[in-house]
């Protein structure tokens, strides 16, 4: 079976710049989550799809972050305008029903 | 609200020999998992073992296992004949019930040296 894919693994922006992550979830996993993870600390949601409708998304910046999952299928999540604070793995997991997430390889972003 | 914490920043350990990570949770559910997760420099979340909070035997996988203390909410892993490879960050994570976003610990980066 496939594991979840991300795309780019790394990418290097200058602060104001945008970008935009790409996640492929295992087939068949209808929920998908987007955490962060800043150097230093554990993973921090950022938000949740249910197939493509948005469970929890109050933790996501939303005057810069956005998300979308179109066909409840591959997801990406944008920042536009980035910031330095913005530096940190971006981590894409997905999850049948149950308990057990999955998760991508993530994408390291550098602000500068 | 769930925490969850880790107190030991950095650890090392022999090759060989055995290593114990602390986490400790808080939370107003009966029903949760807890797990522990191995993050490599590739960055790659690998899960190493879960409990479920309504079982009372503390689970084990190979040369890990885990004592899980549900009234003190506290859920420790011990590594045995540690090896080179598990050097990593350790991450203790908690999910109330299916289907909800994992809380995890700030991690603890952990050595083993030859």
């Known amino acids: 079976e496939a594991g979840v894919a991300q795309s780019p693994r790394y990418k290097i922006i200058e602060k104001r710049q945008s970008v935009a992550f790409w996640c492929n979830p295992i087939?068949?996993?209808?929920?998908l989550y987007w955490y962060q993870q800043i150097l230093g600390q554990g993973p921090k949601l950022l938000i949740q799809?249910?197939?493509?409708?948005?469970?929890?998304d109050s933790q996501l910046p939303k005057d810069r972050f956005s998300a979308e999952r179109l066909k409840g299928v591959d997801s990406t999540l944008k920042i536009q305008p980035a910031k330095l604070e913005d530096s940190a793995v971006y981590l894409c997991?997905?999850?049948?029903?149950?308990?057990?997430?999955?998760f991508g390889p993530g994408t390291r972003l550098t602000v500068t | 609200a769930q925490t969850v914490t880790q107190s030991q920043p950095e650890m090392s350990v022999q090759e060989a020999e055995t290593v114990t990570l602390s986490c400790t949770y808080d939370?107003?559910?009966?029903?949760?998992?807890l797990f522990w997760y191995k993050q490599p420099p590739s960055r790659q979340m690998i899960l190493v073992i879960r409990?479920?909070?309504?079982?009372?035997q503390n689970a084990t996988e190979n040369r890990f296992s885990v004592n899980f203390q549900k009234a003190a909410k506290s859920f420790s892993l011990k590594i045995s004949d540690s090896q080179l490879g598990d050097t990593a960050m350790y991450f203790c994570?908690?999910?109330?019930?299916?289907?909800?976003?994992?809380?995890f610990g700030k991690g603890t980066r952990l050595s083993v040296i030859a």
């Open positions: 994570a908690l999910v109330n019930s299916g289907n909800t976003p994992l809380v």
């Open positions: 409990q479920e909070a309504y079982k009372q």
């Open positions: 997991a997905t999850q049948p029903p149950g308990y057990e997430q999955y």
């Open positions: 087939s068949g996993h209808a929920t």
């Open positions: 939370t107003s559910e009966n029903n949760y998992y």
């Open positions: 799809f249910q197939n493509n409708g948005v469970v929890d």
